[in-house]
């Protein structure tokens, strides 16, 4: 039984990666399961907070505890998708038995779009700095963790997946290109507040680079960027 984590920031094509392992007929999907742990222990105001905290169990602890003795019944592969600011106040014990993604998105293309909705965002809404510092754990650990990059990823998907799918040990499938549009069961209660695109696709757009900047959000941009380089320098990439 193979346990995967994905810890990604918001706004990073996390959810069409998601989608994409939900096309295996070898896996099976939860999506963040962290997050009423995370809006319960942070206090932190999220679109659709009350909702999500009345519907989710929200003792972390106990949400990986279960999640990993239902992996262990199971002769699937089960694909967590996290969110890296979800890892708080909570015992890190889990990451040690389980294999890790780290999915990245610059900065400069990102901060935007999460702006749209968390207006007042700040380091550690993106995430890059807690993917680093874990990413780091992990290493020490003797882990092997993958960093996929969302530019790299739309760029060429079947390229980037194919090495994903080596660098775990599992086979690259053609079904992990496309889905069916539409919710999924595995959507989160949140997913009307974050998914509307995602909803729209049959499988990873291409991607589009934004040329317009806020000058507003540069001062949040300085403080992202060197996390987002360190770990882009790790990153697979679309072509050699």
Same mark, same amino acid.
């Given at each position: 039984?193979?346990?995967?984590?994905?810890?990604?920031?918001?706004?990073?094509?996390?959810?069409?990666? @998601?989608?994409?392992?939900?096309?295996?007929?070898?896996?099976?999907?939860?999506?963040?399961?962290?997050?009423?742990?995370?809006?319960?222990?942070?206090?932190?105001?999220?679109?659709?907070?009350?909702?999500?905290?009345?519907?989710? &169990?929200?003792?972390?602890?106990?949400?990986?505890? %279960?999640?990993?003795?239902?992996?262990?019944?199971?002769?699937?592969?089960?694909?967590?998708?996290? @969110?890296? *600011?979800?890892?708080?106040?909570?015992?890190?014990?889990?990451?040690?038995?389980? &294999?890790?993604?780290?999915?990245? /998105?610059? $900065?400069?293309? @990102?901060?935007?779009?999460?702006?749209?909705?968390?207006?007042?965002?700040?380091?550690?809404d993106t995430g890059l700095k807690m993917?680093?510092?874990?990413?780091? %754990?992990?290493?020490?650990?003797?882990? /092997? $963790?993958?960093?996929?990059?969302?530019?790299? +990823? +739309? +760029?060429?998907?079947?390229?980037?997946?194919?090495?994903?799918?080596?660098?775990?040990?599992?086979?690259?499938?053609?079904?992990?290109?496309?889905?069916?549009?539409?919710? /999924?069961?595995?959507?989160?209660?949140?997913? $009307?507040?974050?998914?509307?695109?995602?909803?729209?696709?049959?499988?990873?757009?291409?991607? *589009? *680079?934004? &040329?317009?900047? $806020?000058?507003?959000?540069?001062?949040?941009?300085?403080?992202?960027?060197?996390?987002?380089?360190?770990?882009?320098? /790790?990153?697979?990439?679309?072509?050699?």
């Amino acid at each position: 039984m193979k346990t995967i984590c994905l810890w990604s920031g918001p706004r990073n094509v996390s959810t069409a990666l @998601m989608y994409s392992f939900a096309e295996r007929p070898d896996t099976h999907v939860v999506d963040e399961p962290l997050y009423g742990h995370f809006l319960r222990v942070t206090g932190t105001v999220h679109p659709g907070r009350e909702e999500v905290l009345a519907n989710v &169990e929200c003792d972390g602890n106990k949400v990986m505890r %279960e999640l990993l003795v239902q992996s262990a019944d199971s002769p699937d592969i089960l694909f967590i998708k996290q @969110m890296a *600011h979800h890892l708080v106040d909570i015992d890190k014990d889990f990451l040690q038995q389980t &294999e890790h993604i780290f999915l990245i /998105r610059d $900065p400069e293309q @990102m901060l935007p779009s999460l702006t749209i909705q968390l207006p007042d965002a700040t380091l550690a809404d993106t995430g890059l700095k807690m993917q680093w510092q874990l990413f780091e %754990e992990l290493d020490a650990a003797g882990q /092997r $963790p993958a960093i996929l990059d969302s530019r790299e +990823l +739309l +760029l060429d998907p079947q390229a980037v997946l194919r090495q994903l799918c080596e660098h775990l040990n599992v086979p690259f499938l053609d079904t992990m290109l496309s889905w069916e549009p539409g919710p /999924r069961a595995e959507d989160g209660v949140w997913a $009307p507040h974050w998914y509307q695109a995602v909803h729209q696709s049959t499988g990873f757009s291409g991607y *589009h *680079h934004k &040329e317009c900047f $806020p000058e507003s959000l540069a001062p949040l941009l300085a403080e992202c960027s060197p996390w987002y380089e360190k770990l882009y320098g /790790r990153a697979l990439r679309a072509s050699a």
